[in-house]
């Protein structure tokens, strides 16, 4: 190749990288433009009392920067006002599939980087994992990540060691998550306690290594909050019954209401029934915990005990066992009970690295797994959005009472 031809493909590069990139640009901006309008197309037949349609467009979000195999492009996502409600009185939301919230410029190295490790990825591959998600990796070597994952348990560290004095947590939220990298054998997962502060802020509480299922494993993470100063103990508990947390949670804050998590028990009970009754099994248990009153709720419950005690009764034995801490709920603000019915909170945080059950990819190092997780969660946590109905919290700290989520009169 004579020095004229290297000369002219040099000088095109460029030119072909902005082509590249602006055929990319246009090509998302017309897959995202096609994706909201099928969305309000679909949803055309919804109209308010004058006939006027509760799903339009209006306008565009804010411009944003999205890396691609082809670089950095600008796109702008179609606005939705979605002003349907759900039963709960909750607003509808569209969320894009092609373009979710998540996928922006702003999904740091420090939001990527725990999320391939906990994946299982080794440091020698993260430069070429990141190009796979669209990212450049330039600059990330395995030297970077490894001094980079020694400057996060640093800060895992001081989190844990940080005081909690004048903390109070309103509600609590517990759970185990496993990931694809092995802790170690005898604490293969991470337990997770998250709360919700007087104000309605969710805030991670505490994060340690241990058995899921272990009473022991918990009261060591129960036990060092509160000899870091969080003595008030929690009004309700939300969680999966096969935790260790409950045992645990009796010894250290033994007035602590205890709610069931209904996405766990749903799951739990629906795998002891043929695949066939599930879908209607599950329509009574959603009519059980969306109930308006927990008269209501008791009435779906027995149906549904009646309807399959003969067939399946270990399902059955599975709900039962836990009535009243499914329930708990109805006796907490009506406009809570979307956050305390589940954990998702936390599920939601690790929806894409946690596992269901524990296996693995291979070992990792104890203190960078903790260390990842926890650079995960503190991402998140920056997105939490507070609870709804927080002007009810004091009522709920002073003990006032509620029937079936609404304020009892003194």
Not at 285 to 312: C, G, N, P
Request: proline share 4%.
């Amino acid at each position: 190749m004579d020095s004229n031809t290297i000369h002219f493909r040099l000088a095109t590069l460029p030119a072909l990288d902005d082509i590249l990139r602006d055929g990319a640009r246009r090509a998302l901006q017309s897959a995202i433009e096609r994706e909201v309008q099928d969305y309000i197309d679909g949803n055309g037949r919804h109209v308010d009392e004058e006939g006027r349609r509760l799903v339009v467009r209006n306008g565009f979000h804010p411009a944003r920067q999205i890396q691609t195999g082809s670089g950095s492009i600008e796109v702008r996502q179609p606005r939705v006002n979605d002003k349907r409600v759900d039963e709960q009185g909750n607003r509808f939301r569209f969320t894009s599939k092609i373009l979710p919230p998540y996928l922006r410029k702003s999904k740091a190295i420090e939001e990527l980087v725990p999320w391939l490790y906990l994946k299982g990825i080794s440091s020698s591959d993260f430069p070429d994992a990141l190009a796979c998600l669209g990212h450049d990796g330039s600059g990330l070597s395995a030297t970077s990540v490894v001094r980079m994952k020694e400057i996060w348990q640093g800060e895992y560290e001081n989190f844990s060691r940080r005081s909690l004095e004048g903390k109070r947590y309103v509600y609590v939220w517990a759970d185990g998550i496993y990931f694809n990298v092995r802790l170690t054998d005898d604490r293969p997962c991470v337990l997770v306690l998250m709360g919700a502060t007087e104000d309605g802020t969710k805030e991670l509480i505490a994060m340690i290594d241990g058995q899921r299922e272990s009473e022991q494993s918990w009261l060591e993470l129960l036990l060092d909050v509160k000899a870091r100063g969080l003595t008030e103990a929690p009004k309700l508990a939300t969680g999966d019954g096969a935790l260790g947390f409950w045992k645990a949670l009796r010894q250290v804050y033994p007035s602590t209401r205890v709610q069931r998590c209904w996405v766990h028990k749903t799951v739990n009970v629906l795998d002891k029934m043929a695949r066939s009754q599930q879908p209607s099994a599950k329509s009574i248990l959603h009519e059980v915990w969306m109930s308006a009153t927990k008269e209501d709720a008791i009435k779906a419950f027995d149906r549904f005990v009646a309807s399959y005690q003969a067939k399946y009764p270990k399902a059955v034995e599975c709900l039962v066992k836990d009535r009243e801490e499914l329930l708990a709920f109805y006796d907490f603000p009506a406009e809570h009970w979307q956050h305390l019915r589940t954990t998702n909170p936390i599920e939601s945080t690790f929806a894409t690295v946690r596992l269901r059950t524990y296996r693995t990819k291979g070992a990792g190092s104890r203190p960078a797994c903790l260390a990842m997780a926890f650079k995960l969660i503190e991402s998140a946590q920056k997105r939490w959005r507070k609870l709804s109905g927080s002007a009810l919290l004091p009522d709920v700290v002073a003990g006032v009472l509620f029937k079936d989520g609404m304020k009892i009169a003194a």
